[in-house]
T-cell receptor, first 113, second 111 residues
Framework: GAGVSQSPRYKVAKRGQDVALRCDPI?????LFWYQQALGQGPEFLTY????????KSGLPSDRFFAERPEGSVSTLKIQRTQQEDSAVYLC???????????FGPGTRLTVL | KQEVTQIPAALSVPEGENLVLNCSFT??????LQWFRQDPGKGLTSLLL?????REQTSGRLNASLDKSSGRSTLYIAASQPGDSATYLC??????????FGAGTRLFVKA
């Protein structure tokens, strides 16, 4: 079966623009995670979904960041009024359920000019 | 607050050597621990998942151990190969839904 996919793979935005990053998890996976990874660092947790419910959004850095998973499958991470410090790789992961192995997508590299 | 540390930050070894990567965490109340590899410009590939009730997991040339009481995990790679060159990350599952990653160990295996 297909793994986790993310689109776009690369995104360049001018400061102040809004961006939307998409994640297609593995079919049937209940849990979905978003992470932000800076160069040379490990991924930093942003938010967690169980089906369509966003159960933890404690890692979202500001109210400019918003995530949704309306039908419990595809998820979108939206960043409003992008800033240069938002430049990073955004990773999505899914797992069968809480506590199971996480499978990652290839990530979206966001560059804010 | 859970913190995860990986030592060393970088490691270079000759092909064929057995090696150990270390991961330590500050709060022993973990749900599970997962080891990943990351190749440059790519996402993470899962290697091994250890539940909090387990002591170790093995897959091929890889063996991961977990000692919750001391807050440590090790990833043992036997007979290293150039294809093992990558960044290795450990990640701790907390009691909630958050997963905390270390900064990783960059491994280079010389042919």
């Amino acid at each position: 079966g297909a793994g986790v996919s993310q689109s776009p793979r690369y995104k360049v935005a001018k400061r102040g623009q809004d961006v939307a990053l998409r994640c297609d998890p593995i079919s049937g996976h209940v849990s979905l995670f978003w992470y932000q990874q800076a160069l040379g660092q490990g991924p930093e947790f942003l938010t967690y979904f169980q089906n369509e419910a966003q159960l933890d959004k404690s890692g979202l850095p500001s109210d400019r960041f918003f995530a949704e998973r309306p039908e419990g499958s595809v998820s979108t991470l939206k960043i409003q009024r992008t800033q240069q410090e938002d430049s990073a790789v955004y990773l999505c992961a899914s797992s069968f359920s809480t506590g199971y192995e996480q499978f990652f997508g290839p990530g979206t590299r966001l560059t804010v000019l | 607050k859970q913190e995860v540390t990986q030592i060393p930050a970088a490691l270079s070894v000759p092909e064929g050597e057995n090696l150990v990567l270390n991961c330590s965490f500050t709060d022993s109340a973990i749900y599970n621990l997962q080891w990943f590899r990351q190749d440059p410009g790519k996402g993470l590939t899962s290697l091994l998942l250890i539940q909090s009730s387990q002591r170790e997991q093995t897959s091929g040339r890889l063996n991961a151990s977990l000692d919750k009481s001391s807050g440590r995990s090790t990833l043992y790679i036997a007979a290293s190969q150039p294809g093992d060159s990558a960044t290795y990350l450990c990640a701790v599952g907390t009691g909630g839904f958050k997963t905390i990653f270390g900064a990783g160990t960059r491994l280079f295996v010389k042919a």
